[in-house]
């Protein structure tokens, strides 16, 4: 039986998400991807919670597989390239209270699908992500 849960996405400013970025806020076209957005900490947390339902069914997994609710913080770190893709996507033991090595590679397997827009000044951008995650009864 799976378990509801709140997954909590942590703001920009805890994000590890550069703040010299231009902040601004867009919306795309109808039909357009987050590709046609501004490169953006706001944009790019938008990004990440777009796949908040994809984390939600990696912790579903793990919570289902445990005698007792579990939660707890996994902090995660990526790299936006120039084309916007995400490379090398990683939870990070420091920072990360949940050990589960199955939760951890169906969340990197998930951060690798993320599509940001490019950005403008053609390179890569390191992102440190902190993932709050518990059981609600």
Request: positive net charge.
């Given at each position: ?6 997954l909590t ?129």
């Amino acid at each position: 039986m799976l378990v509801p849960l709140l997954l909590t996405l942590a703001s920009t400013s805890d994000a590890g998400i550069a703040s010299s970025t231009a902040v601004g806020t867009a919306t795309p076209a109808k039909g357009s991807g987050p590709e046609k957005l501004p490169f953006t900490p706001d944009t790019i947390r938008d990004v990440v919670r777009g796949k908040q339902p994809d984390i939600e069914r990696c912790w579903e997994q793990t919570l289902a597989s445990q005698d007792k609710p579990v939660e707890g913080k996994l902090q995660t770190h990526f790299i936006i390239s120039p084309e916007g893709t995400v490379r090398q996507p990683k939870v990070v033991k420091k920072g990360t209270t949940l050990k589960n090595e199955a939760l951890h590679r169906c969340v990197e397997t998930v951060l690798s699908t993320m599509v940001f827009p490019k950005p403008p000044d053609g390179k890569d951008h390191p992102v440190d992500y902190p993932f709050n995650l518990k059981a609600v009864r």
